[in-house]
């Protein structure tokens, strides 16, 4: 069955620090993967995706993540954490099945910024 | 901008009462969903429909069921609330296919059952 892995549940970063959030999955084919922010009160955004193409993708609010097939792995990135990226971050995997296409999310990771 | 918008912020019933979560989206959007949050659990899938009146289950619909009676309205429904039902539910809407197309979460309903 496809799974993710988020294996740090709270991080804590600098304000001004670089960030990196660690994700695996588990799929066998070509995946499609995605990273969801979720600030406290409210509903998740998603921060970017990648299916296909360069493996470093770009996202909203300067984040990047890269798709590293050896290590399957999708880890986000920023090179300099502000205060308002305090929340909770989401990868997920998703994939075909008999026709729907469906998603799997991570357990999160929730980002402290400290001043 | 999208907006999809959850009946309830917060809610408490009693354990044995029927509750209904109501989500609405203002997009004309075929796709929505219904997920619970957990700490340590992340995001599951509870239901969803990709059409006027259709549903699927997702990974965890024992204990709900939902209905899509017009293309904006998708509602969660507990027929009979159990206190391990407590949780963050969050509602959904796509265009199309989830994998291509954006999902558009709403804030959430934390539902407690007392």
Redesign the interface.
């Known amino acids: 069955a496809q799974s993710v892995t988020q294996p740090d549940i709270h991080i804590t970063v600098s304000e001004g620090a670089s960030l990196e959030l660690r994700c695996n999955y588990s799929y066998g084919a070509t995946p499609y993967l995605f990273w969801y922010v979720q600030s406290p009160g409210q509903g998740l955004q998603l921060l970017l995706k990648y299916f296909s193409g360069d493996t470093l993708v770009q996202g909203i609010k300067g984040f990047e993540a890269e798709f590293k097939r050896s290590q399957s792995s999708f880890n986000l990135r920023k090179p300099s954490v502000h205060w308002s990226d305090a929340a909770e971050y989401f990868c997920a995997v998703g994939w075909r099945d008999t026709g729907f296409q469906k998603l799997v999310f991570g357990t999160g990771t929730r980002l402290l910024v400290s001043p | 901008d999208v907006k999809?918008t959850q009946s309830s912020r917060y809610l408490v019933k009693r354990t044995g009462e029927k509750v209904f979560l109501e989500c609405v989206q203002d997009m004309d959007h075929e796709n929505m969903f219904w997920y619970r949050q957990d700490p340590?659990?992340?995001?599951?899938?509870i239901y969803?429909s990709?059409d006027v009146k259709m549903k699927?289950k997702g990974?965890i619909p024992e204990g709900y069921s939902v209905s899509r009676e017009k293309k904006e309205r998708f509602s969660l429904i507990l027929e009979s609330a159990s206190t391990n039902q407590t949780s963050m539910y969050?509602c959904?809407s796509s265009l199309s296919?989830?994998?291509?197309d954006?999902?558009?979460?709403?804030?959430?309903t934390r539902l407690t059952v007392l």
């Open positions: 999809v340590g659990l992340g995001l599951r899938l969803f990709y699927e990974d969050l959904a296919g989830i994998l291509v954006t999902q558009y979460f709403g804030p959430g």
